[in-house]
């Protein structure tokens, strides 16, 4: 049995774990509170105290930016920006900045899912609200230290994101792409009249920002203190509606009238026999190379100040990427396209020393794919339900240098899962009879499956393991996060104060202890 994990200096430069660790995959939102969505103040603290006391190691969230589309952390509003719906508000409360009846609408909301059409206008009124407060009454510390955080983000996002998200609001919210010709175009003349007319509505999105990034910053260095790690996550694409193509257009392939000429997605597999349309445009990677990758660059180096490891989600799309002809109705259509590959990860690896990377390389993987995640000694993902699905029972051939997972947020829960995922028919008789033989050592049947496939992922070689809460809960379909491919329903999920109780320290603990996973913080 191996040894109780311990962290070393010598893993400060790239943290990933080199001994027996674990960890736990729930993002923010999902956080119990007292106001409609899990937010960045005392339940994130608590969450990061339980965490240590279990002996767990590691956080895993999702991509921290504004949510668009769907609610989708991987339809984010911006790649820079953090998402406003995750400030905590009673720290505004405690600063006088709202009061206890303003917040008291969100205390009605559910709080085991985020119901985004009730909380997401009176949040954002309350945020205006703080942030007008913020402006007229700061101190001169508070003052300097926001005229700081505009000093180092202004220029290279901030200011674009506030221009984008005053137009948005005036434009009904609707895509930059069907906003009046002198705003979709940036007529230089038109933005710059729409700036002085809004300073105040530009400042106050920017104070938003500021509050996040104040309370992020204190979370993580809370977390760091704790000596747990965060494991972020940054989405391959850029949605359409973003910032971020509103504002440098020449960052993807649009045609003259700005609508993508390719979109992405994957093709039919195992999942799905149409495969996967997302429809964000496709990156002009001769472009990004001739500049050294360098908006890439920018972008990495932000999400590494945010986060300890950094999960590159699809990343097989660096090494080919399947591309569709806009317009079409399915992923069917398209053809695979040679990435920036080996040309990217040079620049990467010239920019940061030993760059704190994880793979999300599920699905299609080719040996091109597998050589260049192997070159840079990135560490990859393995997931039990996948080698399931896969017919494959090896699982101690898992490597070292790897993040294991009983499940993803993307998938069913392992309950949900063995006892057969709604609309999902890949979980046949004969995958369950496979399940059982293999971890018939512990009985493997519908009452002890999470804890069975936790035991499973647990005991494998890998040096980091995480699982979702809801399989440290043991829950099954009700619980699931995301079902890829659909919009409805998804992201809303989330813990409640109740359900947090009943994951017990005892409980994982001694789950930890029995594979050597316990970290002595």
Same mark, same amino acid.
């Given at each position: 049995?191996?040894?109780?994990?311990?962290?070393?200096?010598?893993?400060?430069?790239?943290?990933?774990?080199?001994?027996?660790?674990?960890?736990?995959?729930?993002?923010?939102?999902?956080?119990?509170?007292?106001?409609?969505?899990?937010?960045?103040?005392?339940?994130?603290?608590?969450?990061?105290?339980?965490?240590?006391?279990?002996?767990?190691?590691?956080?895993?969230?999702?991509?921290?930016?504004?949510?668009?589309?769907?609610?989708?952390?991987?339809?984010?509003?911006?790649?820079?920006?953090?998402?406003?719906?995750?400030?905590?508000?009673?720290?505004?409360?405690?600063?006088?900045?709202?009061?206890?009846?303003?917040?008291?609408?969100?205390?009605?909301?559910?709080?085991?899912?985020?119901?985004?059409?009730?909380?997401?206008?009176?949040?954002?009124?309350?945020?205006?609200?703080?942030?007008?407060?913020?402006?007229?009454?700061?101190?001169?510390?508070?003052?300097?230290?926001?005229?700081?955080?505009?000093?180092?983000?202004?220029?290279?996002?901030?200011?674009?994101?506030?221009?984008?998200?005053?137009?948005?609001?005036?434009?009904?919210?609707?895509?930059?792409?069907?906003?009046?010709?002198?705003? %979709?175009?940036?007529?230089?003349?038109?933005?710059?009249? $729409? #700036? !002085?007319?809004?300073? &105040?509505?530009? +400042? /106050?999105?920017?104070?938003?920002?500021?509050?996040?990034?104040?309370?992020?910053?204190?979370?993580?260095?809370?977390?760091?203190?704790?000596?747990?790690?965060?494991?972020?996550?940054?989405?391959?694409?850029?949605?359409?509606?973003?910032?971020?193509?509103?504002?440098?257009?020449?960052?993807?392939?649009?045609?003259?009238?700005?609508?993508?000429?390719?979109?992405?997605?994957?093709?039919?597999?195992?999942?799905?026999?149409?495969?996967?349309?997302?429809?964000?445009?496709?990156?002009?990677?001769?472009?990004?190379? %001739?500049?050294?990758?360098?908006?890439?660059?920018?972008? $990495? #180096? !932000?999400?590494?100040? &945010?986060?300890? +490891? /950094?999960?590159?989600?699809?990343?097989?799309?660096?090494?080919?990427?399947?591309?569709?002809?806009?317009?079409?109705?399915?992923?069917?259509?398209?053809?695979?396209?040679?990435?920036?590959?080996?040309?990217?990860?040079?620049?990467?690896?010239?920019?940061?020393?030993?760059?704190?990377?994880?793979?999300?390389?599920?699905?299609?993987?080719?040996?091109?794919?597998?050589?260049?995640?192997?070159?840079?000694?990135?560490?990859?993902?393995?997931?039990?339900?996948?080698?399931?699905?896969?017919?494959?029972?090896?699982?101690?051939?898992?490597?070292?240098?790897?993040?294991?997972?009983? #499940?993803?947020?993307?998938?069913?829960?392992? +309950?949900?899962?063995?006892?057969?995922?709604?609309?999902?028919?890949?979980?046949?008789?004969?995958?369950?009879?496979?399940?059982?033989?293999?971890?018939?050592?512990?009985?493997?049947?519908?009452?002890?499956?999470?804890?069975?496939?936790?035991?499973?992922?647990?005991?494998?070689?890998?040096?980091?393991?995480?699982?979702?809460?809801?399989?440290?809960?043991?829950?099954?379909?009700?619980?699931?996060?995301?079902?890829?491919?659909?919009?409805?329903?998804?992201?809303?999920?989330?813990?409640?104060?109740?359900?947090?109780?009943?994951?017990?320290?005892?409980?994982?603990?001694?789950?930890?202890?029995?594979?050597?996973?316990?970290?002595?913080?």
């Amino acid at each position: 049995m191996a040894s109780e994990a311990t962290l070393t200096e010598a893993a400060c430069s790239n943290p990933f774990p080199t001994v027996r660790q674990a960890g736990i995959c729930l993002h923010i939102s999902s956080l119990p509170g007292s106001f409609g969505i899990g937010e960045l103040g005392n339940a994130a603290k608590g969450f990061i105290d339980s965490i240590a006391d279990m002996g767990l190691s590691v956080w895993q969230i999702l991509p921290l930016g504004p949510t668009g589309y769907g609610d989708s952390p991987y339809q984010s509003l911006s790649a820079f920006a953090g998402n406003e719906l995750l400030i905590d508000l009673q720290s505004l409360v405690d600063r006088n900045l709202l009061d206890t009846e303003e917040v008291k609408p969100l205390t009605m909301l559910p709080d085991d899912q985020v119901d985004y059409a009730s909380l997401v206008p009176v949040k954002q009124q309350l945020l205006a609200l703080a942030a007008g407060r913020f402006l007229a009454n700061s101190n001169a510390s508070e003052k300097a230290d926001f005229s700081a955080f505009l000093a180092l983000n202004d220029e290279q996002w901030l200011h674009d994101y506030a221009l984008y998200r005053v137009i948005k609001q005036q434009q009904g919210e609707q895509s930059w792409t069907c906003w009046e010709p002198q705003y %979709r175009d940036r007529k230089s003349a038109a933005v710059a009249a $729409l #700036a !002085h007319r809004e300073t &105040q509505q530009l +400042l /106050l999105t920017k104070v938003c920002q500021y509050f996040f990034d104040q309370q992020w910053r204190q979370i993580h260095h809370y977390a760091n203190d704790k000596g747990v790690l965060i494991v972020g996550d940054i989405p391959i694409y850029l949605a359409m509606d973003s910032a971020d193509v509103w504002s440098d257009p020449s960052l993807v392939e649009l045609d003259e009238d700005f609508n993508p000429r390719q979109i992405s997605g994957v093709p039919p597999d195992n999942y799905s026999a149409t495969g996967q349309l997302w429809g964000s445009p496709i990156y002009d990677w001769d472009l990004h190379a %001739r500049s050294g990758y360098a908006w890439w660059i920018s972008r $990495l #180096a !932000h999400n590494f100040r &945010q986060v300890d +490891l /950094l999960r590159i989600d699809h990343f097989r799309g660096l090494e080919a990427y399947w591309s569709i002809p806009a317009g079409s109705k399915d992923a069917t259509v398209g053809e695979w396209r040679k990435g920036p590959g080996y040309d990217f990860f040079n620049a990467v690896f010239k920019a940061f020393q030993d760059p704190p990377l994880i793979a999300e390389d599920l699905g299609f993987m080719t040996s091109e794919v597998d050589a260049l995640r192997t070159h840079y000694n990135i560490p990859g993902m393995e997931v039990i339900q996948e080698r399931f699905n896969l017919g494959q029972s090896d699982f101690h051939s898992i490597p070292r240098r790897s993040v294991c997972y009983p #499940a993803t947020h993307d998938m069913d829960t392992c +309950l949900g899962w063995f006892t057969g995922s709604p609309g999902d028919t890949r979980n046949t008789e004969e995958i369950r009879q496979h399940q059982l033989e293999v971890l018939k050592v512990t009985g493997g049947n519908a009452a002890t499956i999470a804890d069975d496939l936790l035991n499973l992922a647990m005991s494998t070689p890998s040096d980091l393991v995480i699982a979702t809460m809801q399989d440290y809960l043991r829950l099954g379909s009700e619980a699931r996060f995301n079902l890829p491919g659909s919009v409805a329903n998804n992201w809303r999920w989330r813990v409640t104060s109740e359900q947090l109780g009943e994951v017990t320290s005892d409980y994982i603990k001694a789950l930890l202890r029995r594979h050597g996973r316990v970290y002595q913080h």
